[in-house]
């Protein structure tokens, strides 16, 4: 019913830059919070960022200043600016969505995830 696609991650050198993108498709009412968290290998999930659809944003400690969440309400799409990445920002990153639907003639939101795409910071 509704679909998350990431794409823009792979293999950049320490100091590089990629940009992220996560576009949301189906029957969407509107959208809520969006965000992007990561996983490294053996590592639990953990959160990137987030942005609210007024556009307030947080983020974990460990990407301020190098990272910006930014998202296009019209486009149902959320970017992931990563600046001065270093090898310990190598994870598969997934975006999420708080989606509201029309269902049974109520309006619910739900929780979607992406399938990940996967960066690589290393010389």
């Known amino acids: 019913q509704v679909q998350l696609v990431e794409s823009g991650g792979g293999l950049v050198q320490p100091g590089g830059s990629l940009r992220l993108s996560c576009v949301a498709s189906g029957s969407i009412f509107g959208i809520n919070d969006m965000g992007w968290y990561r996983q490294a290998p053996g590592k639990q999930r953990e959160l990137v960022a987030t942005i609210t659809g007024g556009g307030n944003t947080n983020y974990a400690d460990s990407v301020k200043g190098r990272f910006t969440i930014s998202r296009d309400n019209a486009k149902n799409t959320v970017y992931l600016q990563m600046n001065s990445l270093k090898p310990e920002d190598t994870a598969v990153y997934y975006c999420?969505?708080?989606?509201?639907?029309?269902?049974?003639?109520?309006?619910?939101?739900?929780?979607?995830w992406g399938q990940g795409t996967q960066v690589t910071v290393s010389s």
């Open positions: 999420n969505a708080d989606v509201m639907l029309w269902v049974l003639a109520e309006l619910k939101t739900y929780t979607y």
